[in-house]
């Protein structure tokens, strides 16, 4: 297993890293989905809504990959203040600035944790009358399995460890990283 220890001198110097989905995973998973997604919607053109600011190297990299049209467009939603534990509730920053009505929307999330974020865009979405909706999430922790809520594309099953790279951040940093990090110390 690849590990690698933070170098740089905040509160994470000297912390340990382990690699638990490789670039070549994740690209190889993020193929299959475009190829069923791609499938799924033969002769539409989806609206790809990413969730800022997790999303955005899985939706360009899954994007890239479809072959059928698509438009696209993002929301940001904040559910964690700060650190590794969430806030509980959901406050919108950003919404969306394409008109969702009879369209088909595809909402793509980095990371399914307990679904409040995902329920609650399922609930802003379908006010404004989409033609359909679908959520993609690259991972899912096993917190969301218990949920009546299912995302209808999911890459990988993760463990219950805070996670870090590929567009996931612990307090903004690590999203830069192009493969998928756990903390080894995290429970
Ligand atoms: P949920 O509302 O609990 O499902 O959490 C969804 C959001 O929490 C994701 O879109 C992420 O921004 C964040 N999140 C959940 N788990 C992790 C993690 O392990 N690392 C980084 N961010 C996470
Ligand atoms: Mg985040």
């Not at 995973?25 to 990413?50: C, H, N, V």
Request: with cysteine.
């Amino acid at each position: 297993m690849r590990t690698r220890i933070i170098e740089d001198t905040t509160q994470y110097n000297g912390q340990v890293l382990e690699e638990i989905l490789s670039q070549e995973q994740i690209e190889e998973r993020t193929q299959e989905l475009a190829d069923e997604i791609s499938k799924a919607y033969e002769g539409k053109t989806p609206i790809l809504i990413g969730v800022l600011n997790g999303s955005v190297f899985f939706l360009a990299d899954l994007a890239k990959r479809l072959s059928i049209d698509c438009e696209i467009d993002f929301i940001k939603v904040s559910s964690y203040h700060s650190g590794t534990q969430s806030s509980g509730t959901v406050r919108l920053i950003k919404d969306i600035s394409c008109i969702v009505t009879d369209r088909d929307v595809i909402i793509i999330e980095d990371i399914i944790d307990s679904g409040l974020t995902a329920r609650f865009l399922k609930h802003r979405i379908l006010e404004n009358h989409p033609n359909s909706i679908s959520f993609v999430s690259l991972l899912l922790k096993p917190e969301c399995l218990k949920l009546d809520f299912k995302a209808d594309y999911t890459g990988f099953e993760v463990p219950d460890r805070f996670l870090v790279g590929y567009g996931l951040d612990l307090d903004q940093k690590f999203r830069n990283l192009p493969s998928i990090w756990a903390f080894s110390d995290s429970k």
